[in-house]
């Protein structure tokens, strides 16, 4: 095991990327001599070159057609998005390109294209920079999403999702970076559409993915003092995503708790709820509570943020809400 | 015919006539397909542009990729796409291209080098720029080109793409067909400036040629293909066409004068090939032959399209996304 930070995770799983397969490139806007905004891609454009490691203009859309084609003439892109507000800049390129050319195409070929983002709040960064707009992706058939909320998982995902022929979008909480952690030696890749159990509990099951992950755990240690043992499941992969592994957990506890930092309305958490209320209904003893955002845009004062993103204290009060 | 790039013997323009009366064919057949009901949804002719497919894919090589648009019938049958499967697809058949899952505006053949036509205007650029991008790393010798109208102009990612390529001095050929025509509006109404001023901003090659004259498109596109394959950067042609039919089947084209469709019908590149094929000296009866073999090419494909298996729904499922496999460690 070596301590490292999640920016380090992915930055050394990007290197092992990169090493592994030479149709391997690395496309965004300053990753290659500056080093990505968030200093993720340092040391990679050194390391492997000017062809593999480029810098782009700021033209988000044709950045992600231009990985389409390489992806389509045999090249394995990784892209990055420098924050996922500017998503929407890309949508067609991912909604109507690499999500549908293997469906439109009657199966001839796959778009094994990589998609890096930084999604969240937590550094006053805006409306325009701070939002989770996961839901959005995870609706598109044919387009993968994960979203890794420890330093292995950081690693793990990447790497997966490089060598996944499907277009998977990896979404990185911007307040991780700097978060360390154990990466196991040497370090695996994490299979997507499996679950993990961050912590094993009898009372409720806390569904969570990122940033939330933490947050969510940090919650179930104050519900322990009160003698409320939490399942905290990080979801690892929205879509697809581990239905089995939260049924499972749910017919432990009997209660279900959904939390993420995105909107409450259709997001994740209601794909969640809905289909557990359908598969898992015998099961529930209680209603499925859902923690999320208020549905407002991402405000930028500390005083705003502070109270718009969920915190421990509405996970604690959504749990004593599923169990009263 | 005095360039050394131009088609010289007349067995090059029989080739460049009878890929051109391939695509008329094709396309005045599908038009009557889908004014019967046979053909469902949306389809998007070029006929009286095919000058411009066939020229330019008279200089491609087989294994130099091509993005194509919504109006890309002739795009694909140039490049060499099967006529069985293409009309298949048309048909929305199981054994078409795309399994009856893509149809008109989606027809593609990775085994060709046909990246696909695409249902969205200017999409197909970056993905060329991609493509070129990858034949430059790869180093494959490839090529990759794409065709756009005169409609994709205001499209952002053109503008993008232009820059990306020449800024990477990618292998890319930009072709733009110039048919005067957005939809349903003249382009002249739209855009500020033109393909040429617009592609020399970012500091491309360009060059400009009647679209209508295969010999002329396919001299520029061998010059220009041979220039761009040599490493010297993308190049944007820019083919001035026009557009015979309405913006989609069924447009009755009522922002148009008659007048203007009548001039557009009449400069007919095919016929303007047959009189350069008398000129030197092709016999009236070859070119009709052509146009017969054409003909029952065309019905045979058709035939075999009525005849063809439906696509079952659930199979559709297995393409959503690509087979499982192992995990990586």
């Known amino acids: 095991m070596t301590e490292v930070r999640f920016g380090g995770a992915i930055n050394r799983a990007l290197s092992d990327a990169l090493t592994a397969d030479s149709r391997v490139i690395l496309l965004g806007e300053d990753v290659a001599q500056p080093g990505g905004p968030f200093g993720v891609t340092r040391g990679l454009f050194d390391k492997f070159g000017p062809e593999r490691v480029r810098d782009t ?44 050319v293997r469906f439109m195409f009657g199966g001839q070929t796959s778009v094994p294209m990589m998609v890096r983002m930084p999604h969240g709040g937590g550094i006053n960064a805006g409306p325009q920079h701070s939002q989770c707009l996961e839901a959005w992706l995870a609706h598109v058939p044919g387009l993968k999403v994960v979203c890794p909320a420890t330093v292995a998982d950081a690693y793990g995902l990447t790497r ?34 499996r679950a ?36 905290v499941i990080d979801l690892l992969s929205l879509q697809p995503w581990d239905e089995a592994s939260v049924l499972a957990s749910v017919a432990k506890t009997h209660r279900l708790i959904i939390c993420h930092e995105a909107v409450e309305a259709f997001g994740v958490g209601a794909e969640v709820a809905a289909r557990v209320a359908d598969a898992g209904f015998d ?8 923690v999320g955002a208020p549905f407002m845009p991402p405000p930028f004062a500390k005083a705003l943020e502070d109270w718009y993103r969920p915190d421990a204290a509405k996970i604690v009060a959504a749990v004593k809400k599923a169990i009263s | 015919m005095g360039s050394t790039d131009a088609p010289s013997t007349t067995y090059q323009l029989l080739d460049l006539y009878r ?47 091509l993005a194509s648009n919504h109006r890309g ?54 993905i060329a720029v991609g493509s070129a991008l990858a034949h430059k790393l790869r180093g494959t010798g490839h090529i990759a080109a794409v065709f756009f109208g005169d409609g994709a102009l205001g499209e952002g ?8 390529a020449q800024l990477w001095k990618l292998p890319v050929l930009f072709v733009c067909e110039n048919n005067g025509w957005s939809e349903f509006t003249e382009t002249a109404r739209l855009i500020a400036t033109d393909p040429q001023r617009m592609a020399a901003a970012y500091q491309m090659r360009t060059c400009k040629v009647d679209g209508n004259d295969v010999v002329a498109v396919a001299a520029a596109a061998r010059t220009e293909v041979a220039q761009v394959r040599a490493g010297e950067g993308p190049c944007l042609i820019e083919c001035q066409t026009k557009r015979v039919r309405g913006h989609f089947e069924g447009d009755p084209q009522k922002y148009r004068d ?72």
């Open chain 2, 73 to 126: 019938h002739g795009h694909a049958i140039a490049k060499g796409l099967d006529l069985d499967r293409f009309f298949l697809e048309l048909f929305g058949r199981r054994d078409g291209h795309c399994r009856g899952r893509g149809g008109s505006m989606h027809v593609a053949d990775l085994s060709m080098g046909m990246l696909g036509a695409n249902g969205i205007v200017g999409a197909g650029l970056p």
């Open chain 2, 157 to 164: 990612v053109v503008h993008e793409s232009f820059n990306l």
């Open chain 1, 196 to 231: 993990r159990i961050a912590r094993e509990g009898r009372d409720v099951t806390v569904v969570s993915y990122g940033g939330m992950v933490p947050v969510a755990l940090a919650a179930a240690a104050d519900l322990a003092r009160a003698g409320v043992e939490s399942e």
């Open chain 2, 19 to 65: 890929a051109m009366r391939r695509v008329r064919e094709t396309e005045e057949r599908l038009a009557a397909l889908f004014a019967d009901g046979e053909i469902p949804g949306f389809i998007h002719l070029a006929i009286g542009q095919e000058a411009v497919s066939v020229g330019i894919a008279a200089a491609l090589d087989e294994h130099d990729t």
């Open chain 1, 283 to 290: 099961e529930l003893d209680g209603p499925i509570v859902r």
């Open chain 1, 57 to 100: 203009p700021i033209s988000e859309a044709a950045l992600a057609g231009v990985a389409v084609g390489a992806a389509l003439t045999g090249l394995r892109p990784i892209i990055e998005i420098m924050f996922m507000d500017f998503v929407t800049l890309i949508m067609d390129a991912l909604v109507n390109q690499a999500a549908k």
């Open chain 1, 160 to 193: 997966a999702a490089v060598v996944d022929d499907d277009p998977v979008i990896v979404i990185e909480h911007k307040a991780l970076y700097a978060a360390k952690g154990e990466l196991p030696d040497p370090p695996t890749a994490t299979p997507i559409g």
């Open chain 2, 258 to 329: 008659a007048g203007d469709i009548a001039v557009a019908a009449h400069d007919d590149p095919l016929l303007r090939c047959e009189a350069q094929l008398i000129a030197v000296g092709t016999a009236q009866r070859t070119i009709d032959e052509i146009k017969t073999e054409t003909k029952i090419r065309v019905d045979a494909a058709v035939a075999n399209a009525r005849a063809g298996a439906q696509p079952a729904p659930l199979d559709a499922f297995a393409d959503v996304y690509s087979p499982e496999r192992e995990p990586v460690s």
